[in-house]
Nanobody, 126 residues
Framework: QVQLVESGGGSVQAGGSLRLSCAAS????????MGWFRQIPGKEREGVAG????????YYADSVKGRFTISQDNAKNTVYLQMNSLEPEDTAMYYC???????????????????WGQGTQVTVSS
């Protein structure tokens, strides 16, 4: 069973930065797609950023392009989300997720991800 553990959330003022980390433990075999999602109460979970294990494909939601950067350290089975120029609208619970796939083509919809972390709260104040 895969375990995903997020860290790095917190409270920050608008314009500030945070770096989220997601460490995968247990077996990581064929966890070829990793993503960050966020959710606020009463709304659907939305994709924020994603990366395939080869690093050949990334995804960013339009709302975070140019501000957020996803990266990974495969040797550490860890994915990062660097969040800069944070806005109050970025306030949400952030989740890391992994999809077990046969190849490196990733579908970034939440429904396609097999494993989820417990979430880490990000709060941005104006």
């Amino acid at each position: 069973q895969v375990q995903l553990v997020e860290s790095g959330g917190g409270s920050v003022q608008a314009g500030g930065s945070l770096r989220l980390s997601c460490a995968a433990s247990k077996t990581t075999y064929r966890l070829n797609c990793m993503g960050w999602f966020r959710q606020i109460p009463g709304k659907e979970r939305e994709g924020v950023a994603g990366i395939n294990k080869a690093g050949s494909s990334t995804y960013y939601a339009d709302s975070v392009k140019g501000r957020f950067t996803i990266s990974q350290d495969n040797a550490k089975n860890t994915v990062y989300l660097q969040m800069n120029s944070l806005e109050p609208e970025d306030t949400a619970m952030y989740y890391c997720a992994a999809a077990r796939t046969s190849g490196y083509n990733c579908d970034w919809r939440p429904i396609t991800f097999d494993y989820w972390g417990q979430g880490t709260q990000v709060t941005v104040s104006s």
